[in-house]
C-alpha cells in the first residue's frame, strides 16, 4: 500500500497481415438510450471508433481513436479541432469500444451505426504528429505503402485533407466537403508515400507549426480491403475487390466533380433493393430510398441514380472497401 511502482506495458498484437476482415472490421447498429454502455461485438481492440448518427444529429459522425485517448472526439463534417468530452467515447476495451451518455452518440432512441477498424500490418494504421512548416517526412507503422491517407488538425480548425493514391502525389481532397480534388499543389511535397513514411510540405492543412495532427492510414490487403478507383459508365459496374464473399463497408467519393463521401455497410444492409447510406462530411439523417449500390462476392456493384449518381458516365471515383 502506498509504494510507488514504474512497469512497462506493450500492446497485444495484431503483427502479422490479416487474412480476413472480420479481424479488423466490424460494423454494428445500435438505438441510443443514454446510459453509459459498452459493446463487445467485434471482438478485438479497436483502434479507431466511428459513431454515424442515423438520425438528423447536429454533430453528424464522430471519430475517435486509442492512441489520441478515448475522451478526444472529432466530428468529420467539421473543421473543428478535437474536442475533450468525456461522455461521448469513455473507453478502448479488448473486445471493442464503450460510450457515455452524450446525445450526439448515445442520445435515447436515437439510431446510430458504429464502425469499428484494427490497426494492422498493411490494413490500417494511425499516427500522430506536430507540424513544423518545413518540408518532412513522418513515420507510419502500416508496412505497406498507404493509398488512402486522411490528416485532421486537433488543435487547430483545419480541413480533413486527403491523400489517395489514385489521385497522385500533387493532389488532394477534403473529407468535410463535398468539392472536387484540387490538383497542383503540395500538400504531400509531391513525393509518393513509401512503406514507412510519408512526405509533407507545409504549412497547409497538414504540416502548420505548432498544430497536432492525427493521420488514418489505409491499405489493400488481398481478400481483406482494397483501396481503389473506378470510371463511371452511366449504368452500372462492378468493382471488382479480389473479395471472395463481398464487401462489408463501401466509402465513395466522386473526385472530379462534386459529391458527398457516401458510406454503405452490411449492418444496415448492402442488398439487392434499397440500402440505407450516410455520408461523412454532413449531419443529414442517412438516406434509404434508393438502390445505389449492390451485393457482389468479389467486392459490390454501383448503380448510377441521381440520388448519389456514384456512376456518372466518365466521372472519376476513389473507394475504400472492406470484406
Not at 438510450?33 to 463487445?40: Q, W
Not at 495532427?213 to 459496374?237: C, D, I, P, R
Request: net charge neutral; with cysteine.
Amino acid at each position: 500500500n502506498s509504494t510507488t511502482y514504474i512497469y512497462i506495458a506493450i500492446r497485444r498484437g495484431p503483427m502479422k497481415v490479416p487474412t480476413s476482415g472480420t479481424s479488423v472490421y466490424y460494423g454494428e447498429t445500435y438505438t441510443g438510450n443514454a446510459t453509459a454502455r459498452s459493446f463487445t461485438a467485434p471482438g478485438f481492440p479497436p483502434d479507431l471508433f466511428v459513431s454515424g448518427s442515423r438520425c438528423a444529429v447536429a454533430d453528424g459522425s464522430i471519430w475517435g481513436d486509442r492512441l489520441r485517448g478515448a475522451d478526444r472526439t472529432l466530428y468529420s463534417a467539421y473543421t473543428q479541432a478535437e474536442s475533450t468530452l468525456a461522455q461521448v467515447i469513455t473507453a478502448f476495451g479488448q473486445n471493442g469500444a464503450s460510450i457515455g451518455t452524450d446525445s450526439c452518440i448515445n442520445g435515447n432512441t436515437n439510431t446510430y451505426v458504429g464502425w469499428n477498424f484494427r490497426r494492422a500490418p498493411s490494413f490500417f494504421d494511425v499516427v500522430c504528429y506536430t507540424g513544423n512548416d518545413v518540408a518532412r517526412t513522418v513515420s507510419h507503422n502500416l508496412g505497406a505503402v498507404p493509398e488512402l491517407i486522411i490528416v485532421k488538425a486537433r488543435n487547430n480548425g483545419t480541413g480533413w485533407c486527403c491523400y489517395a493514391a489514385s489521385l497522385g502525389n500533387t493532389t488532394r481532397i477534403y473529407l468535410n466537403q463535398t468539392g472536387s480534388a484540387t490538383s497542383g499543389v503540395s500538400s504531400w511535397n509531391s513525393t509518393t508515400p513509401t512503406s514507412s513514411v510519408f512526405s509533407l510540405l507545409g504549412p497547409g492543412d497538414v504540416n502548420q507549426s505548432g498544430y497536432n495532427y492525427v493521420a488514418y492510414l489505409f491499405a489493400t490487403v488481398a481478400g481483406v480491403s482494397k483501396v481503389g478507383s473506378y470510371t463511371g459508365n452511366g449504368s452500372n459496374q462492378t468493382i471488382n475487390c479480389g473479395f471472395t464473399g463481398g464487401s462489408r463497408f463501401v466509402l465513395i467519393k466522386r473526385t472530379d466533380s462534386t459529391g458527398d463521401w457516401y458510406v454503405w455497410d452490411s449492418a444496415r444492409g448492402i442488398v439487392s433493393g434499397n440500402d440505407p447510406h450516410l455520408s461523412l462530411n454532413t449531419t443529414a439523417a442517412e438516406v434509404t430510398t434508393d438502390d445505389s449500390v449492390d451485393t457482389d462476392s468479389t467486392g459490390f456493384i454501383v448503380n448510377q441514380l441521381a440520388a448519389t449518381n456514384i456512376n456518372v458516365s466518365s466521372a472519376s471515383y476513389i473507394f475504400l472497401a472492406v470484406a
